[in-house]
């Protein structure tokens, strides 16, 4: 409820009027924007949670299991066998747009994926590192997926924060703001109309007055 | 390339230089910190953490929030999961809507 520190004009009306109409428009555009961002995120976030749950289940398994032969086995040969992987890990990075915030998309490379040549010897590792590492090597695609899924929706959660903080702005600041600049301007403008009308009239009969005479 | 990289404790992250990962093997959350800066420069995109290390550093971690890579993704370590992970979905969810609206469902599927 704060007027703004403007001239009573006309022309300044005129201004705030169109500055008013602009920022409707702005404030329904990002309530739009919000929305929308709102519903993908919803769903981003509700697959986030189930991906994170499966992950961490399965990633706990498949440490658990390396640690047991880390336990088996000498560390050293153990840091050996590990030294030089057959496999790596290539990734395509992407970009997406959702609602104008960029987001990666990351996806494995399957090439990467199928070779499950063992880079070790066998008679120095113990047979568990084998059940360990390919449990590793399938729980690797998910937590890539959720490393995209994740990041998108912290990404997105930010930008509609930011979002909501300028459509309550708009709505509950500027605009209301803009309303009653507009109407104290309409008010003196009709108060300064009325009084030259009196004004007006008053010289009147003081002429009709004086002529009388 | 873009690449994946992994920061926790030794025995954690041998396990995924067996996938050929990056693993940064760290022992305090210092050099840890030192680490996250070191790879995001390296253009890495995604950084496991575990949860335990991902706690003591969490405003580096907040500062790469915002930026679109490298997305720096907290993990359970061999001990199991700590709940940090979600917590951090949680967070997410809570600062979108206002109110944690997942909360009841993950309840369940967790």
Redesign the interface.
């Known amino acids: 409820m704060a007027l703004m520190n403007v001239n009573p004009t006309r022309m300044e009306m005129t201004r705030l009027k169109r500055r008013l109409k602009t920022a409707a428009r702005g404030h329904k555009l990002l309530k739009d924007k919000r929305d929308e961002m709102?519903r993908r995120?919803?769903l981003l976030?509700?697959e986030?949670?189930?991906l994170?749950?499966e992950?961490?289940q399965a990633?706990?398994g498949?440490?658990?299991e390396?640690?047991l032969c880390?336990g088996v086995m000498d560390p050293a040969m153990?840091?050996e066998?590990?030294?030089y992987?057959?496999?790596?890990?290539?990734?395509?990075?992407g970009?997406a747009n959702i609602m104008s915030v960029?987001?990666?998309v990351?996806e494995v490379d399957d090439a990467?994926l199928q070779d499950t040549q063992l880079?070790y010897g066998l008679a120095e590792t113990s047979a568990q590192l084998d059940g360990?590492?390919e449990g590793?090597?399938n729980v690797?695609p998910q937590?890539?997926k959720?490393?995209?899924i994740?990041?998108t929706?912290?990404?997105?959660?930010?930008e509609?924060?930011k979002t909501?903080r300028r459509v309550n702005a708009l709505e509950h600041v500027m605009i209301p703001d803009l309303q009653d600049t507009i109407r104290f301007i309409t008010m003196k403008l009709d108060e300064n109309e009325r009084g030259s009308l009196t004004r007006l009239m008053k010289v009147k009969d003081m002429i009709a007055a004086r002529d009388n005479n | 390339m873009p690449k994946v990289a992994a920061i926790g404790s030794k025995d954690v992250v041998l396990a995924f230089k067996a996938l050929g990962i990056t693993a940064a093997s760290v022992s305090s959350p210092d050099e840890a910190r030192q680490k996250i800066h070191e790879l995001a420069k390296q253009q890495y995109a995604v950084i496991f953490i575990t949860e335990d290390l991902a706690e003591s550093v969490s405003e580096t971690i907040s500062r790469y929030k915002t930026e679109t890579l490298p997305a720096i993704i907290p993990i359970p370590g061999a001990s199991g999961s700590s709940g940090l992970g979600m917590k951090h979905v949680r967070a997410n969810v809570e600062k979108a809507v206002g109110a944690d609206i997942l909360f009841n469902n993950s309840k369940e599927e967790g």
């Open positions: 709102m995120f919803v976030a509700r986030n949670a189930r994170r749950v992950v961490e990633l706990s498949a440490l658990g390396f640690a880390s153990l840091e066998a590990v030294l992987p057959a496999r790596t890990v290539d990734l395509k990075i970009k960029d987001v990666p990351i990467s880079s360990a590492i590793l090597a690797l937590m890539i959720l490393a995209e994740e990041k929706c912290n990404l997105l959660a930010d509609i924060e909501r």
